[in-house]
């Protein structure tokens, strides 16, 4: 059982991403994407981050819905076993 990750967490050969997107005042559809984030890392799977100083917003998203993300995160699923 895996009990204390966050209730829309995804698991991928192993690994473990939340939905988070960039925290910041702009107000623009761009910042609403959501990427797939491993807790605790700073960089999202599409190899994004948050500017310097700045964090990923909490609390968590209810999806990713970053495209490069979600491409990744499907051709980890693909994989028979993470390296
Ligand atoms: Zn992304």
Same mark, same amino acid.
């Given at each position: 059982? +895996?009990? $204390?990750?966050? &209730? *829309?967490?995804?698991?991928?050969? @192993?690994?473990?991403?939340?939905? +988070?997107? *960039?925290?910041?005042?702009?107000?623009?559809? *761009?910042?609403?994407?959501?990427? !797939?984030? #491993?807790?605790? %890392?700073?960089? $999202? +799977? %599409?190899?994004?981050?948050? =500017?310097? @100083?700045?964090?990923?917003? &909490?609390?968590? @998203?209810?999806?990713? #819905? %970053?495209? !490069? %993300? +979600?491409?990744?995160?499907?051709?980890? =699923?693909? &994989?028979?076993?993470?390296?």
């Amino acid at each position: 059982m +895996l009990e $204390s990750l966050p &209730e *829309k967490a995804v698991v991928r050969a @192993g690994r473990v991403f939340v939905a +988070l997107r *960039k925290s910041g005042r702009v107000p623009s559809s *761009k910042s609403r994407v959501f990427h !797939a984030v #491993t807790p605790y %890392c700073r960089m $999202s +799977l %599409c190899a994004d981050e948050p =500017g310097p @100083g700045s964090q990923w917003a &909490e609390p968590p @998203g209810q999806q990713i #819905t %970053c495209p !490069a %993300c +979600l491409r990744r995160l499907n051709r980890l =699923g693909n &994989e028979r076993r993470a390296a």
